[in-house]
């Protein structure tokens, strides 16, 4: 009996192995960036990113000193590297974040707050695999990264001087030639409004 119910179970395993590799191999997985991501692609991706994070992200508080310095040199950091996917205090979308496969959350919206200052080092750091989220571990250095984190993490409560920085950057609209709303397919297989890729928590409302 016992022997039996392993050998069924084994004949079922492979025969959904070999389901698998036949939709991947005839094209039934879509690989278009702007196909609508399959509930197992959802689950998946979030549920991998969740425990990584949770086992590898670093424990510790930001070890810089929270003052305008860092918060600025942060802000001039997201506007070189991040700005273009996560757009600016107007929360509007760049062309780029509009097309990507993986919807970028908008931090002027959507704002990473809540999360600790070392789950959003690691993301930086590692990047998010089946997102459009890069590693900058190659282009940024330790401090850069806690910089960031910092401004990330304070963007909802800047002093004057970093406010008025932040304030400054450059929209990013792509609205101008966009043909109407973000369709579903293009919702991220992690992100879901007031929910994101780089983010546990958000805030809902802009600034």
């Not at 196909?35 to 549920?47: I, M, Y």
Request: some cysteine; hydrophobic content about 40%; glycine content about 8%.
């Amino acid at each position: 009996m016992i022997r039996n119910m392993v050998a069924g179970g084994l004949v079922t395993l492979a025969l959904a192995a070999i389901v698998a590799l036949l939709a991947v191999r005839f094209g039934l997985v879509p690989a278009n960036a702007d196909a609508k991501p399959s509930s197992l692609e959802r689950w998946a991706a979030g549920t991998s990113l969740r425990a990584t994070v949770a086992r590898d992200a670093p424990k510790q508080p930001d070890p810089l000193a929270l003052n305008d310095a860092n918060l600025e040199a942060g802000i001039k950091l997201y506007a070189d590297n991040c700005m273009v996917c996560h757009g600016a205090s107007d929360g509007q979308g760049s062309n780029i974040a509009l097309g990507l496969y993986q919807h970028a959350p908008q931090f002027g919206k959507h704002g990473v707050e809540d999360d600790p200052e070392g789950e959003t080092y690691w993301k930086i750091d590692h990047g998010i695999r089946l997102t459009g989220m890069p590693s900058f571990a190659r282009a940024l250095d330790d401090e850069q990264i806690w910089q960031l984190a910092m401004f990330l993490k304070h963007m909802d409560s800047l002093p004057a001087a970093a406010q008025a920085a932040w304030k400054k950057l450059p929209s990013q609209s792509g609205s101008a030639g966009r043909k109407g709303p973000p369709s579903a397919a293009r919702t991220s297989a992690l992100w879901k409004p007031g929910r994101d890729p780089i983010s546990s928590t958000s805030r809902s409302a802009p600034k």
